[in-house]
């Protein structure tokens, strides 16, 4: 069985991507370990405690994901794709909170790049919170770690997952919201050979 680490919790966007990685490449049987940021990915990758590593590179609309170049500039690697999976964020909230209750937003500084304008017409006078992971913000939200009127902005799977409503569906001001995602992994050392 084969084990790949992720950039991202569970039902975050990475662990999408993670299956397509999955199916691309014929692997039927692995574990996802959701190590959260593209440092913790490349580390496990180069210290071989995962045999792949998935995270994002690039938003057509929230650019560059600059925690992946800092990453990237620390670890060595081999990309073995590079492939692209849209992206629909949307607005989640606990069970019995509306648009009009929302004190707060939370969600990846990505997240709420994409969805700048949206944010901004709507919700301008809340603060926009960062979180590590749009998936770990739901994740919290549901387990009362953020105040019951805040919202979280995340993928369509994690209002199941985490017991959460959709207030609003796809919020992302790029229609074709499309993210660059790399999957790697160890890079062999030619003296091994």
């Excluded at 999408?16 to 593209?38: C, D, M, P, Q, R």
């Excluded at 009362?144 to 992302?172: F, M, N, R, W």
Aim: with cysteine.
């Amino acid at each position: 069985m084969k084990t790949i680490g992720i950039q991202g919790g569970n039902g975050s966007f990475c662990h999408e991507a993670s299956v397509n990685f999955s199916k691309n490449h014929g692997i039927k049987k692995y574990k996802i370990e959701f190590l959260i940021t593209s440092e913790k990915v490349l580390n496990a990758v180069e210290n071989g405690k995962v045999d792949f590593g998935i995270f994002a590179m690039e938003n057509a609309q929230g650019g560059v994901v600059l925690e992946s170049v800092v990453a990237l500039a620390h670890y060595k690697c081999e990309i073995v794709e590079m492939f692209y999976i849209p992206i629909s964020q949307n607005l989640l909230a606990r069970r019995g909170v509306f648009v009009g209750d929302v004190t707060e937003i939370h969600s990846h500084q990505q997240a709420l790049r994409q969805c700048r304008d949206y944010l901004s017409e709507h919700f301008w006078t809340r603060p926009l919170i960062e979180e590590d992971d749009t998936a770990e913000a739901a994740r919290r939200l549901k387990e009362g770690k953020l105040p019951k009127t805040a919202a979280v902005i995340a993928p369509k799977s994690c209002a199941d997952l985490y017991g959460l409503v959709i207030l609003q569906e796809d919020i992302h001001d790029l229609k074709n919201n499309l993210t660059l995602f790399i999957g790697i992994k160890k890079l062999e050392d030619i003296n091994d050979e």
